[in-house]
């Protein structure tokens, strides 16, 4: 056992900096347990965040007020147009109506909003919906509230809007654990099994064991049995983490499929150590690797930033990222998907894997072939 | 003596691979990325117009009203085309298209009405977007049109059909107040929080520094220690080396970015000095993180590389909500945070137009490096070794 003992040594020197990206992790958790985006199989109107200054404070300005914020966000902010430019840059607000002063015999108002953007037409439109549906009305001969009653009846859209697919209520908390997942085991197994793989790799250290009494094939099932022991351990960590986190919400018919898709890209994400770590190379090296890898697996497979926003060129060349098939497959099983689909695309990682672990193996084949000539 | 060794500080970093490679070769390749990954997503999600969308309207009527309304709305008020119809033969064949994603959703006729289908809302989508609500009033728009009509025809003898003119109003009397000329992309964010990232690993070539003037550290810091030259002639030599050729390799990945389509503003000469500053708050982090501590170098490398990381990331350079979850929750550390003010001055100076913020957040980058070189050098000097 003294290889798999060394092994375990050189990474308990690891852990310090392994756990740099365990707090990221953390904070990402914290940070993120609060935000549950809405998904429904029912249409609900679509809703902007918008906030309203009645400078007229007259009848009719206050059944606009009162008609925009039955469909929209209200959002509270001060009259100054800083705070308004970061709100609506940072996507915390969309519009701003400014109700003028003598709005009711001029019906003049004034926007800000995102120049060009949807959100701005969206609002727009209903704005002007709502005032030539008034007018009309009004010319028609009807008095204010009754106008504004059949306003309110004409402009809704119950019952209009039809919701195809499925969908979930929303997104659970844990979505999110699962989501950032593969970054983390990533950076981490880079950071420890990585750091431990080089030094076995290191070429005196590697001739040093070869020479030893111990059998080539003794020292490679230490050496794997080490290999798996971080891995699972890294993997087996998070579940514990989960666990302490969303407690037995965590234990379900879904999640168990979450858990076994995380544990095949644990074992992808070795497989992509392994390979790194069969060349000779240094710390600030393997560190350069793992960033370029970790931050281009998650913003191309659609961890950091949904695939939404993908164009349809893209989506096609993230699909020889490992990192796509496991946010495919999650979202799958979150979305209630065939069950075949799901397997299927678990199925991928595996290949993914697989074909990782022998590149690894032929890798450190072609080297010793290499020395022994 | 100063020039030789600013000279010789000059050569050992040009040599200093890993150095390059944090500070230009992986600012592009993310760089790179990024612009690959979200380069259009603001003018996708934000600014698309042509919404794909497809039509089966078993109804006769209300096929014939559609076609009237449809060619009054199709165009949005600025001018671009609203929607890009598809007629289907069957409401198979609509939903088919839907669900492939071909169209964004499918107007159909039932009961008489107008109705919309679209699909349901993806789990990293957060809800029903927007272009679904642009879908949904153009139903909704049509469906008021007859409500009012109707009541219209209560009171008076308005043919309802010339109606379809007059509640297609333009919103003439709801004027748009610009306040700002600068964009509105929130994804530029990222861009801006990788030149952060370029600036703050700065540090590491600052623990570099230290490395080579303390002797207790490396062969090359126990020669200079024994050498005749000071140690503060030789420290801002090498300081003032190690910011010229980082700030170099900083301003050739901004350049790299903006010929790949980054767009960081026309404020070019403030953005330079933006840079130089971030760039030395980098480097000064890095000399007072290597002078800290009696830690082996490793540590303080792992420490640099931790620390330069975590702040990205709670400026926003991995999740851009951070910042924001950062400044509803502990506002004083966005001020604090090198990395959110470098990325908060370019927000400032592409879109307020007073200066009145990045000189604010300059003088604040400034006062972060120079209390980091102070203390660096205070905890740094008059070191004596019984042996080494």
Same mark, same amino acid.
């Given at each position: 056992?003294?290889?798999?003992?060394?092994?375990?040594?050189?990474?308990?020197?690891?852990?310090?900096?392994?756990?740099?990206?365990?707090?990221?992790?953390?904070?990402?958790?914290?940070?993120?347990?609060?935000?549950?985006?809405?998904?429904?199989?029912?249409?609900?109107?679509?809703?902007?965040?918008?906030?309203?200054?009645?400078?007229?404070?007259?009848?009719?300005?206050?059944?606009?007020?009162?008609?925009?914020?039955?469909?929209?966000?209200?959002?509270?902010?001060?009259?100054?147009?800083?705070?308004?430019?970061?709100?609506?840059?940072?996507?915390?607000?969309?519009?701003?109506?400014?109700?003028?002063?003598?709005?009711?015999?001029?019906?003049?108002?004034?926007?800000?909003?995102?120049?060009?953007?949807?959100?701005?037409?969206?609002?727009?439109?209903?704005?002007?919906?709502?005032?030539?549906?008034?007018?009309?009305?009004?010319?028609?001969?009807?008095?204010?509230?009754?106008?504004?009653?059949?306003?309110?009846? +004409?402009?809704?859209?119950?019952?209009?809007?039809?919701?195809?697919?499925?969908?979930?209520?929303?997104?659970?908390?844990?979505?999110?654990?699962?989501?950032?997942?593969?970054?983390?085991?990533?950076?981490?197994?880079?950071?420890?099994?990585?750091?431990?793989?080089? +030094?076995?790799?290191?070429?005196?250290?590697?001739?040093?064991?070869?020479?030893?009494?111990?059998?080539?094939?003794?020292?490679?099932?230490?050496? +794997?049995?080490?290999?798996?022991?971080?891995?699972?351990?890294? %993997?087996?960590?998070?579940?514990?983490?989960?666990?302490?986190?969303?407690?037995?919400?965590?234990?379900?018919?879904?999640?168990?499929?979450?858990?076994?898709?995380?544990?095949?890209?644990?074992?992808?994400?070795?497989?992509?150590?392994?390979?790194?770590?069969?060349?000779?190379?240094?710390?600030?090296?393997?560190?350069?690797?793992?960033?370029?890898?970790?931050?281009?697996?998650?913003?191309?497979?659609?961890?950091?930033?949904?695939?939404?926003?993908?164009?349809?060129?893209?989506?096609?060349?993230?699909?020889?990222?490992?990192?796509? %098939?496991?946010?495919?497959?999650?979202?799958?099983?979150?979305?209630?998907?065939?069950?075949?689909?799901?397997?299927?695309?678990?199925?991928?990682?595996?290949?993914?894997? +697989?074909?990782?672990?022998?590149?690894?193996?032929?890798?450190?084949?072609?080297?010793?072939?290499?020395?022994?000539? | 003596?100063?020039?030789?060794?600013?000279?010789?500080? @000059?050569?050992?970093?040009?040599?200093?691979?890993?150095?390059?490679? =944090?500070?230009?070769?992986?600012?592009?390749?993310?760089?790179?990325?990024?612009?690959?990954?979200?380069?259009?997503?603001?003018?996708?999600?934000?600014?698309?117009?042509?919404?794909?969308?497809?039509?089966?309207?078993?109804?006769?009527?209300?096929?014939?009203?559609?076609?009237?309304?449809?060619?009054?709305?199709?165009?949005?008020?600025?001018?671009?085309?609203?929607?890009?119809? !598809?007629?289907?033969?069957?409401?198979?064949?609509?939903?088919? @298209?839907?669900?492939?994603?071909?169209?964004?959703?499918?107007?159909?006729?039932?009961?008489?009405?107008?109705?919309?289908?679209?699909?349901?809302?993806?789990?990293?989508?957060?809800?029903?977007?927007?272009?679904?609500?642009?879908?949904?009033?153009?139903?909704?728009?049509?469906?008021?049109?007859?409500?009012?009509?109707?009541?219209?025809?209560?009171? !008076?003898?308005?043919?309802?059909?010339?109606?379809?003119?007059?509640?297609?109003?333009?919103?003439?009397?709801?004027?748009?107040?610009?306040?700002?000329?600068?964009?509105?992309?929130?994804?530029?964010?990222?861009?801006?929080?990788?030149?952060?990232?370029?600036?703050?690993?700065?540090?590491?070539?600052?623990?570099?520094?230290?490395?080579?003037?303390?002797?207790?550290?490396?062969?090359?810091?126990?020669?200079? #220690?024994?050498?005749?030259?000071?140690?503060?002639?030789?420290?801002?030599?090498?300081?003032?080396?190690?910011?010229?050729?980082?700030?170099? #390799?900083?301003?050739?990945?901004?350049?790299?970015?903006?010929?790949?389509?980054?767009?960081?503003?026309?404020?070019?000469?403030?953005?330079?000095?933006?840079?130089?500053?971030?760039? =030395?708050?980098?480097?000064?982090?890095?000399?007072?993180?290597?002078?800290?501590?009696?830690?082996?170098?490793?540590?303080?490398?792992?420490?640099?590389?931790?620390?330069?990381?975590?702040? #990205?990331?709670?400026?926003?350079?991995?999740?851009?909500?951070?910042?924001?979850?950062?400044?509803?929750? #502990?506002?004083?550390?966005?001020?604090?945070?090198?990395?959110?003010?470098?990325?908060?001055?370019?927000?400032?100076?592409?879109?307020?137009?007073?200066?009145?913020?990045?000189?604010?957040?300059?003088?604040?980058?400034?006062?972060?490096?120079?209390?980091?070189?102070?203390?660096?050098? @205070?905890?740094?000097?008059?070191? !004596?070794?019984?042996?080494?």
């Amino acid at each position: 056992m003294q290889v798999y003992k060394t092994f375990l040594r050189i990474f308990k020197k690891q852990i310090g900096s392994c756990m740099i990206y365990f707090c990221i992790f953390l904070g990402l958790m914290i940070g993120f347990s609060k935000m549950g985006g809405k998904g429904t199989d029912k249409y609900e109107t679509y809703s902007c965040k918008l906030a309203i200054f009645d400078r007229d404070n007259s009848e009719a300005s206050r059944m606009l007020t009162d008609y925009l914020s039955q469909i929209h966000e209200m959002v509270d902010v001060p009259d100054d147009e800083k705070v308004i430019q970061n709100n609506l840059y940072f996507q915390e607000l969309d519009y701003v109506l400014y109700i003028e002063n003598g709005y009711e015999n001029s019906g003049r108002l004034t926007n800000i909003k995102r120049p060009g953007s949807n959100t701005g037409m969206y609002v727009d439109n209903q704005i002007a919906s709502y005032e030539s549906s008034m007018s009309a009305l009004i010319d028609a001969g009807y008095d204010m509230d009754s106008a504004y009653d059949i306003t309110l009846e +004409a402009m809704s859209d119950e019952g209009l809007v039809k919701v195809y697919g499925n969908s979930v209520e929303k997104k659970p908390e844990y979505y999110y654990f699962f989501l950032y997942l593969p970054y983390v085991i990533i950076m981490m197994l880079f950071d420890g099994l990585g750091a431990v793989l080089i +030094a076995f790799n290191r070429q005196n250290v590697s001739d040093r064991v070869n020479v030893s009494p111990v059998p080539i094939r003794k020292r490679n099932i230490q050496l +794997a049995a080490g290999v798996v022991t971080l891995g699972v351990g890294t %993997w087996l960590l998070f579940m514990i983490l989960g666990y302490i986190m969303y407690g037995a919400v965590l234990i379900n018919a879904k999640t168990i499929y979450l858990i076994l898709n995380s544990l095949v890209f644990t074992l992808i994400s070795v497989g992509i150590v392994n390979i790194v770590g069969s060349f000779n190379l240094s710390t600030q090296n393997i560190a350069m690797i793992a960033n370029i890898v970790g931050l281009g697996f998650s913003f191309l497979g659609g961890v950091f930033v949904p695939m939404s926003i993908f164009s349809e060129g893209l989506k096609k060349i993230s699909m020889i990222i490992p990192t796509y %098939w496991y946010v495919m497959a999650n979202d799958g099983i979150m979305l209630d998907e065939n069950i075949g689909n799901i397997m299927q695309y678990i199925g991928i990682e595996v290949l993914f894997a +697989a074909a990782f672990m022998v590149i690894s193996m032929l890798i450190s084949k072609r080297k010793k072939l290499a020395r022994a000539e | 003596m100063f020039w030789h060794n600013f000279k010789y500080n @000059l050569l050992i970093i040009l040599r200093d691979k890993a150095q390059i490679f =944090w500070s230009f070769i992986f600012v592009i390749a993310l760089g790179t990325l990024f612009q690959v990954t979200f380069g259009n997503a603001y003018s996708k999600s934000e600014l698309v117009r042509d919404l794909d969308v497809a039509v089966y309207i078993e109804d006769e009527n209300v096929s014939y009203i559609f076609d009237n309304f449809i060619a009054n709305i199709s165009i949005s008020g600025d001018g671009e085309k609203l929607l890009n119809i !598809t007629y289907a033969d069957s409401i198979d064949e609509a939903a088919g @298209l839907l669900d492939d994603k071909k169209v964004r959703g499918v107007f159909y006729s039932e009961d008489n009405e107008l109705k919309l289908m679209v699909r349901a809302a993806g789990l990293n989508q957060g809800g029903m977007d927007i272009q679904d609500g642009i879908l949904a009033s153009v139903v909704t728009d049509y469906h008021q049109i007859f409500t009012v009509a109707d009541a219209i025809n209560k009171k !008076t003898d308005i043919n309802p059909l010339s109606l379809i003119g007059l509640m297609s109003s333009n919103g003439d009397n709801n004027t748009e107040k610009v306040i700002a000329d600068g964009k509105m992309d929130a994804f530029t964010e990222y861009f801006y929080n990788l030149i952060a990232m370029g600036c703050l690993f700065a540090s590491f070539t600052g623990l570099a520094i230290t490395k080579y003037s303390q002797a207790n550290l490396s062969t090359l810091g126990a020669r200079k #220690c024994v050498a005749q030259t000071s140690t503060f002639a030789s420290t801002t030599a090498a300081l003032l080396a190690n910011l010229l050729i980082l700030y170099i #390799c900083e301003i050739l990945a901004m350049v790299y970015l903006t010929i790949i389509g980054v767009d960081f503003g026309d404020k070019l000469w403030q953005m330079a000095l933006l840079v130089l500053i971030g760039t =030395w708050t980098g480097l000064s982090m890095g000399y007072f993180i290597g002078s800290i501590s009696k830690l082996n170098q490793n540590a303080k490398e792992g420490i640099a590389v931790g620390v330069s990381l975590t702040l #990205c990331f709670l400026s926003g350079l991995m999740i851009a909500d951070m910042k924001f979850i950062m400044k509803e929750k #502990c506002p004083l550390f966005n001020k604090l945070n090198p990395a959110a003010l470098i990325s908060d001055t370019f927000y400032a100076l592409n879109v307020y137009q007073e200066n009145t913020q990045y000189m604010k957040n300059i003088l604040s980058l400034l006062v972060i490096s120079v209390v980091f070189v102070i203390a660096g050098t @205070l905890i740094g000097r008059r070191r !004596t070794y019984a042996s080494i």
